[in-house]
């Protein structure tokens, strides 16, 4: 049985390499995808810079269920796409993240 996928969201101003001592402690029990979120790494000149935009793209390179995994704007954008999509996300873990600040009116 293939073991199950885990996306793992990193911080701002962090890449999916953030995660690199986390992928190695999860072994062969999951496995990893880190990416690098819109305006950060690999993805630093991706267009537009939107939460709409970024859930699109995790959900592109997901399978069709996965364990999800946000540090901080990681850990909103998770949150903002588990629920978008609650129907592919099996687990979710946030760390250091908060729902942000409600807008005044």
């Known amino acids: 049985m293939a073991p199950e996928t885990i996306v793992l969201l990193h911080g701002f101003t962090q890449t999916g390499h953030s995660w690199e001592p986390t992928i190695a402690a999860l072994g062969e029990r999951y496995r990893a995808l880190a990416p ?3 305006g950060h790494g690999s993805a630093a000149g991706s267009r537009p810079v939107d939460v709409a935009s970024v859930r699109a793209d995790v959900l592109a390179l997901a399978p069709r269920r996965f364990a999800l995994a946000g540090y901080s704007m990681g850990g909103r954008i998770a949150l903002s796409l588990a629920l978008a999509a609650p ?8 760390v250091g993240a908060s729902p942000g600040i409600a807008a005044a009116g």
């Open 87 to 94: 129907e592919r996300i099996a687990r979710l873990a946030l």
């Open 36 to 38: 690098d979120l819109r």
